[in-house]
């Protein structure tokens, strides 16, 4: 029998450059807003990225068939990627574009 796919499910690597890219567009949309909001937007704007990135990332990953232990594996791998990716995939374009005042005015 055929399983139905949920949301598009893609390979682990693709939802994590998605992520990616959703990430970087809400930080580019917030350093366009440095200095004209109240720095508590920008913090809630840094929410908002961890949580559309997050969301995004385990909506499309698609998780291997196998046992109960290869599965929680694979999903550890998978978190541990996306932190990664949040941490430097955020962090270092921001630095090298000069979108580092998000995280200075908030």
Not at 45 to 66: D, N, Q
Request: aromatic content about 10%; overall charge positive; some cysteine.
């Amino acid at each position: 029998m055929k399983t139905r796919r949920f949301l598009w499910a893609a390979h682990p690597a693709r939802a994590l450059l998605e992520a990616w890219l959703i990430g970087l567009a809400i930080l580019f949309l917030l350093s366009l807003q440095v200095g004209y909001v109240d720095p508590v937007v920008l913090g809630n704007g840094l929410l908002l990225l961890c949580g559309a990135s997050g969301m995004w990332a385990v909506l499309r990953t698609r998780v291997p068939e196998g046992g109960w232990l290869r599965q929680g594996a694979w999903e550890l791998g998978v978190g541990f990627a996306l932190s990664l990716v949040m941490l430097a995939g955020i962090r270092l374009p921001a630095r090298l574009l000069g979108w580092e005042e998000v995280w200075m005015q908030s």
